[in-house]
């Protein structure tokens, strides 16, 4: 059994594979990783763990820690220069988060032409590959949710509910302003990152991921497609 794990700043998703086949995946806060790892060891003895992390260093000791009690194999990802066809447009790959990193390998690795990779989440990244694999750099933008404190937080009279519409007219009340308007903005940013590459003569494929993808995934255009385990797609390709 195969226990990949995708530490977020906030949360830890997981999934166990056996021959390939996931048998069981989840979402758990990080303020119950030891009654979740306790679980883990308990019904599914992995005998292998891989994991990507760009949240608490501490959940990656403690799991560490866990895997020496268990007997198994631990492999943590990191980004590098090149893998699997595909090479870091970095000047210093050790800087770019890994799981932007797990998601450009997953997705040219699926996908096998240029696309955009969009991660949907607390921040919301963009990254460009080329048809050859050659990975341009991306974007980092706040995501849906950040945008909204950062208005409240930053403003005295802009006071806003959270909405979660798919609706990108112009807001008829402030809550509406900004949640359109976000969108919007995300939805302007992935299409002209997709025309960016079509410029250069490459069929592009967009591939959303993340906790608030099925959001943007319903106002963008072009060939579009939703992988929500890309990061941990990924892992298997960097790490197996």
Request: proline share 3%; charged share 20%; aromatic share 6%.
């Amino acid at each position: 059994m195969i226990l990949e794990v995708d530490v977020g700043n906030t949360r830890i998703k997981w999934r166990c594979l056996q021959d390939g086949v996931v048998r069981a995946r989840g979402v758990v806060p990080q303020s119950e990783l030891g009654e979740w790892a306790n679980t883990i060891g308990r019904e599914y003895s992995p005998e292998i763990i891989r994991i990507a992390c760009v949240g608490a260093r501490g959940v990656v000791e403690e799991l560490s820690r866990w895997a020496s009690e268990w007997g198994c194999k631990f492999l943590e990802a990191q980004t590098t220069k090149e893998v699997a066809g595909v090479r870091c447009g970095y000047n210093d790959p050790s800087s770019m988060g890994v799981d932007r990193w797990l998601a450009v390998v997953a997705a040219y690795r699926q996908f096998d032409q240029a696309c955009v990779v969009v991660d949907v989440g607390s921040a919301v990244t963009v990254d460009l590959v080329k048809n050859s694999g050659q990975h341009l750099g991306g974007y980092i933008v706040p995501g849906f949710s950040m945008m909204r404190q950062s208005l409240f937080q930053g403003t005295d009279k802009v006071k806003v509910v959270q909405i979660d519409s798919t609706d990108i007219g112009p807001g008829i009340s402030t809550s509406e302003a900004v949640s359109h308007g976000g969108l919007l903005m995300v939805k302007a940013m992935v299409e002209q990152a997709a025309e960016n590459l079509s410029d250069m003569g490459e069929p592009v494929q967009i591939v959303v991921t993340g906790g608030d993808a099925g959001r943007l995934i319903k106002v963008l255009s072009g060939k579009v497609s939703h992988v929500p385990e890309l990061v941990m797609d990924g892992l298997g390709v960097v790490v197996s």
